[in-house]
């Protein structure tokens, strides 16, 4: 046993990406079995029945056997056991009924009792083991988990995972619950924390569920990713990285990367790992202890480090040629002058290395695929529109070659046989897909046309050349009045709501163009004639509606600026012209299709406002008339009233008439 515990190195060389693309997948080396049982063991009594948990805590590795309800310790020399008699449970002799899997945590280890329904801790010493807390809510625990706080605890009866207080050591609240879809539990045997993230076994649904620390669910382990399927996973291990999963009912051990990546699988197809049943593994730097149940034995296998997988390094050099060709393609259209859109299957390939250097597997095949599905749709649109410029190229060249042929003599001979040459040569390398070369050899072509022609014709295919020119030159100067009409006439249409259709001009300026390019100059120019005297014509239509359409409106304008002046007189009812003024704007848009109604309807609705506002006039007049009369008329009433009032003997004070009265015969006396 001493052998077996020798403490291994726990460095871990990290190699840089090429050198991981060259290593070899990783494996498993058997080093040793035992079955639980010393030569101080009469008739092996304490042999492994089922062992169901293990774990290797403070160079400690500890032993759970559910059927013989027993706890093995081992120190690499000597070993320990905590139990009753044979098939005893839970007596005064056996502290466990079904102990399952461990935890460690702040020098205690702690076992999930299965269907005792409690939580054991155990100091590490002695033989002592007590009830962390019988508990009311557990129906039967089978793995554990601790962080600061709290024990967070699989409860495979009830099909989730609470979480019990360290303070009070009682039910805290409910971590994660029972249900059917992904993160919902079923049978939950094992949890496991890791780097602010909980990892927690099903095997009822055969998948281990990711969550953060807050348990909100992430995503879900064991799904064929990488081609792997769990069928029963229960007990766990994390270390450096990696996922060690116990797939029961399938016997073997799968190995995972964070994401979810199978890295390898320890099964019957490696020496010494003809696995049965097996239910909980544990670490201790390299060595990786499985509970073999149904063999009742514990195993011990060096884990030898995950260097590289086959299948993302196959997908990572099939991205990597899928962009690399596209980069081919691109050198040409860039050579081309072929405008070519940005894409990220650059940074997509630095990613997907950097994520398998960091054995990110998932990561680093998702964006390989995105490479090798979305690079060859890019690269086909691309190599398509970069085909076509060479060979247009190549056409150029060659057309201008073609007449030269029949009286190609000594030298000129050798030179068409050297362009013909280039031209297999430029088509041989378009199949190849390589499309620089034949786009540099398609750049070049031009100029061995033109010494060709030079060679040939001389001066006279040059005046045969400049006098196609000119005429491809006139014809095309031609379509650019045709064009510029046909804009007018589009222009104007559209102003005054003519609805010329064009799109035959447009279609027929097309056959010019073409026409034009082959050189049938007769062709277009003829067309062209036709195009300029049907878009004269069609000019000559707009210009005529347009100068009797804006005469109409010019007319509606000035009727409803009369309106305008005439409803503007002050006056004390004014009239209604709201219905008026919406007849001339419905006056105005009929001017578009019929000026004459048009002017027509405005003035009619500008008589009957003049009616209109006629009649507030005269309403206002006569208003103000009798207003003017009944002003009159209470002015006479009141200078009667005053003048009456002054005459009258008993208006003002007595004393004062009578004393004036007596003055007025004194005076008369007087006068006398």
Not at 404 to 429: E, H, L, W, Y
Not at 462 to 470: H, I
Request: aromatic share 8%; glycine share 8%.
């Amino acid at each position: 046993m001493t052998g077996f515990f020798s403490q291994a190195s726990s460095a871990r060389a990290f190699f840089a990406l090429l050198i991981l693309m060259s290593s070899s997948f990783a494996s498993f080396t058997f080093v040793q079995s035992f079955n639980g049982s010393s030569s101080l063991d009469v008739g092996n009594q304490f042999s492994f029945s089922q062992p169901t948990g293990i774990l290797y805590a403070n160079n400690i590795l500890y032993v759970t056997d559910a059927n013989k309800a027993f706890l093995q310790t081992y120190n690499g020399t000597t070993y320990g056991r905590i139990s009753a008699s044979i098939g005893s449970r839970e007596s005064s002799e056996s502290p466990f009924y079904t102990p399952m899997r461990m935890s460690y945590d702040n020098g205690l280890i702690y076992i999930a009792d299965g269907s005792s329904g409690t939580i054991k801790t155990y100091a590490g010493t002695g033989s002592q083991i007590l009830n962390w807390n019988s508990g009311g809510s557990m129906g039967n625990p089978t793995g554990l988990a601790p962080d600061k706080n709290f024990f967070y605890i699989t409860d495979a009866g009830k099909g989730q995972v609470i979480a019990y207080s360290k303070a009070t050591k009682s039910f805290s609240f409910l971590a994660i619950g029972a249900g059917a879809s992904d993160g919902l539990l079923s049978s939950p045997k094992d949890i496991e924390a890791y780097n602010n993230r909980y990892y927690v076994s099903d095997s009822d649904k055969g998948l281990v569920f990711v969550y953060d620390s807050n348990f909100a669910y992430l995503f879900a382990i064991g799904r064929g990713l990488g081609g792997v399927t769990l069928h029963s996973p229960r007990g766990m291990a994390l270390q450096n990285d990696r996922l060690f999963v116990a797939d029961t009912t399938a016997n073997r051990i799968v190995e995972f990367a964070l994401d979810g990546y199978p890295l390898s699988i320890l099964d019957s197809s490696m020496p010494g790992a003809n696995l049965s049943y097996p239910e909980d593994v544990t670490l201790d730097g390299n060595r990786l202890f499985v509970a073999d149940t149904m063999n009742k034995l514990v195993k011990v296998f060096l884990v030898n480090e995950t260097m590289a997988n086959s299948s993302v390094q196959h997908l990572l050099a099939s991205a990597n040629q899928s962009y690399q060709s596209l980069q081919s393609v691109k050198q040409a259209a860039f050579k081309l002058n072929i405008a070519v859109e940005p894409d990220t299957f650059g940074d997509d390939l630095s990613q997907a290395q950097l994520d398998y250097s960091h054995y990110q597997y998932a990561s680093a095949s998702a964006l390989s695929n995105k490479i090798i599905s979305g690079a060859p749709v890019v690269q086909a649109n691309l190599s398509q529109r970069v085909g076509v410029s060479i060979k247009q190229l190549v056409k150029q060249a060659s057309d201008k070659v073609a007449p030269c042929r029949p009286q190609a003599k000594g030298g000129a001979v050798a030179m068409i046989a050297s362009f013909d040459a280039t031209v297999a040569d430029i088509n041989a390398k378009l199949a190849a897909k390589s499309y620089p070369q034949a786009a540099d050899l398609a750049l070049s072509l031009g100029k061995s046309a033109d010494a060709i022609v030079d060679a040939v014709a001389g001066e006279a295919a040059k005046e045969e050349l400049a006098k196609n020119e000119k005429l491809s030159s006139q014809a095309n100067l031609q379509l650019e009045l045709v064009e510029v009409k046909l804009v007018v006439v589009e222009d104007k249409s559209t102003a005054y709501r003519q609805n010329v259709n064009t799109s035959a001009y447009r279609a027929l300026i097309e056959n010019v163009r073409k026409a034009i390019e082959q050189g049938d100059f007769v062709s277009a120019n003829r067309t062209i004639s036709s195009l300029l005297t049907d878009l004269s014509a069609q000019e000559g239509y707009l210009l005529q509606s347009g100068r009797n359409i804006d005469d109409a409106l010019a007319n509606i304008s000035i009727i409803e600026a009369k309106l305008n002046s005439s409803a503007a007189k002050p006056v004390l009812f004014p009239a209604n012209l709201a219905e008026t003024r919406s007849q001339i704007s419905s006056a105005r848009e009929q001017a578009y299709a019929n000026p004459a109604l048009g002017v027509a309807l405005a003035a009619q609705a500008a008589d009957s406002a003049s009616s209109k506002i006629k009649d507030s006039e005269s309403l206002s007049i006569a208003v103000a008339a009798m207003a003017v009369i009944f002003g009159l008329m209470l002015l006479i009433g009141i200078a009667s009233f005053l003048h009456m009032k002054n005459r009258k003997p008993g208006f003002g004070s007595g004393a004062g008439a009578k004393k004036n009265e007596k003055g007025g015969k004194k005076n008369g006396k007087q006068k006398r």
